[in-house]
């Protein structure tokens, strides 16, 4: 790319290396603006006989057409792109969901120096018209080699990020108590339904037990019968680990335990199990608050129907100090 002060009339189809301001500060045309006949003319009615300018060497591609290639492959989903000035897409979720990002993915695109992607936080929850994420170019153009390179990479490795729909959510609740059941929906009932409401989400199907293996598995097997997207588990007691009532009620119906133990505050002791593709969540002393805490963290994805595994639950540490 050279950049150099040419006349006027001479810059047509070139790249404007600065913006141009009216005498009074207002602004005419943006820096990375190609210049048309019409510009032309509007400089010279302005008075201006020289501009500094660029133009592409061979082996470059304009900042445009750079970040427009990238951003095609860099998300899947219900997601828009829309380009801004300065060698700038923008993408936007289109509908509720949840933003999952390979980090690993995008820390080495982001060392190739020739664009920069940034992008919301894993397992966070976006409404429609929300920016998830935004690739930028180099200034005015960069390399082809190396614009290949990051496509490809792209390409070979699937999209850094999706945007997974959040559509028609059911969510199931059990409130437990160990003397009665209907105490702990009393306590935790509003504070559940806030919660909910911030990703979009009700609650469809409710039941109270006493906190007792047998009734917390009958509970737990009369919700699963209604295929929730989700069962959360909202007891008035903190577990001692998967031996207590709750996670020997789930382990009775075969549920499969995938992590005791979150790096998250509030939230440390979040039981996560699953029956089949069902999330259970036991969560305790995290429906006392509507305060962000690890429950927070984990619907969105959860909602969206995506598989949590433990190994992401322990990703959670980086960040999970919530307050």
């Not at 920016?131 to 190396?146: D, L, N, Y």
């Not at 989700?230 to 992590?259: K, Q, V, Y």
């Amino acid at each position: 790319m050279k950049a150099q002060t040419i006349d006027v009339r001479q810059s047509f189809g070139r790249v404007l290396c600065c913006t141009v301001f009216r005498p009074g500060g207002r602004k005419l045309l943006a820096k990375g603006h190609v210049l048309s006949e019409e510009d032309v003319r509007l400089l010279e009615t302005e008075g201006m006989g020289q501009v500094w300018v660029t133009e592409l060497e061979e082996g470059e591609i304009g900042e445009d057409d750079a970040v427009s290639h990238v951003a095609s492959e860099v998300a899947c989903g219900c997601v828009e792109i829309r380009l801004a000035a300065g060698g700038r897409a923008n993408l936007f979720a289109t509908e509720n969901c949840c933003v999952l990002v390979d980090d690993e993915l995008l820390r080495q695109i982001n060392c190739t120096a020739s664009v920069v992607i940034a992008t919301s936080g894993n397992f966070s929850y976006a409404p429609p018209a929300q920016r998830i994420a935004t690739v930028k170019s180099a200034p005015f153009a960069v390399s082809r080699e190396q614009l290949e390179t990051v496509v490809n990479m792209l390409r070979e490795r699937g999209p850094i990020l999706q945007a997974r729909p959040i559509r028609n959510p059911s969510v199931a609740v059990l409130y437990t108590d160990l003397v009665h059941g209907e105490r702990a929906r009393q306590l935790f009932e509003t504070v559940m339904r806030q919660r909910l409401e911030r990703f979009g989400a009700s609650v469809q199907f409710a039941l109270s037990t006493v906190e007792e293996e047998g009734n917390v598995a009958r509970s737990i097997a009369h919700l699963l019968r209604t295929n929730p997207t989700a069962i959360l588990i909202a007891s008035t007691t903190a577990p001692a680990g998967p031996e207590d009532a709750i996670g020997r009620g789930l382990n009775r119906i075969g549920c499969h335990l995938e992590r005791f133990l979150a790096p998250v505050e509030p939230g440390n002791l979040m039981l996560l199990a699953y029956k089949d593709d069902i999330p259970i969540i036991s969560a305790p002393g995290c429906f006392r608050s509507a305060k962000t805490n690890v429950v927070d963290l984990v619907l969105p994805p959860m909602l969206s129907r995506y598989r949590i595994s433990g190994w992401e639950i322990a990703c959670l540490g980086h960040g999970g100090l919530l307050g």
